[in-house]
């Protein structure tokens, strides 16, 4: 990657395609599950070399407890046991980890595992890690919603008081900056009720690898694509004054000749 590269300060991810992953491979689908988790090691590793400083996970949305029970628990358990892994190397490593979503409806052990991930990770001075656990966008945003609407019953805020800053600071990801780059991998083209607020002005990339193949050149690869598109946050693009008007007659010189 040229040292030049322009590098997103947060990625935002959807891991797709573990399923598919395994179903190709005559595996049960809790094995592209288990090929998926590990396949978040390596990024995380790379996204933190190439100087990313936030790295944003789609895990387990809202809509995902509409799958077989058995998937789920298996999701859990996975869950539960590659934190405990992990752990020690994402305190070692300057990870610190954090968690977005609702709580409510996650099972005690996930629960007693990020907390405690969370709290080994907390003084982390590198890349932060977030898992979207229980996570919906369009419920994130009615909860802000209500919170904001409590406080004016409260009277501590005005309804003219309510700005874009505000909603922003009541989302589960107050702390973070919003995303430069979003990467959708195993080829579906949506964003599935993920971080809609935050994705406003963010890249966004889509990628027919499937995610448990998705790997560190993928990434960069990503990345360097970011490098090459110009955001312009609803402006017009900064560009030499020659080339602004493609019809204006040529610069003549003192002399009389083009120039």
Known sequence: MSASSEIPRHIAIIMDGNGR???????????????????????????????????????????????????????????????????????????????IGRRDGLPAGVLRELDET????????????????????????????????????????????????????????????????LIRTAGQMRLSNYLLWQLSYAEILFLQTLWPDFSPTELEGAVEEFGRRRRTYGGIPTVPAILQNPFSPPCVSSEGKNV
């Open 118 to 181: 969370e709290l080994a990770t907390a003084n982390g001075k590198g890349i932060t890690l977030s898992l979207a656990l229980n996570y919906g966008s369009r419920g994130e945003i009615t909860d802000a919603v209500r919170s904001i609407a409590e406080r004016a019953v409260r009277q501590e805020i005005v309804p003219s008081e309510i700005s874009e800053e505000l909603i922003s600071r009541s989302l589960y990801t107050s702390d973070l900056p919003d995303p430069d780059l």
């Open 21 to 99: 992953w395994a179903e190709s491979r005559g595996f049960p689908r809790v094995a592209g599950h288990r090929a998926g988790a590990l396949a978040i090691r390596p990024v995380l590793e790379h996204a933190s070399k190439l100087g990313v400083e936030f790295l944003t996970l789609y895990s387990f949305s809202s809509e995902n407890w509409s799958r077989p029970t058995d998937e789920i628990d298996a999701l859990m358990e996975l869950c539960c046991e590659r934190l405990s892994k992990e752990r020690k190397s994402l305190v070692e490593m300057g990870v610190r980890l954090r968690r």
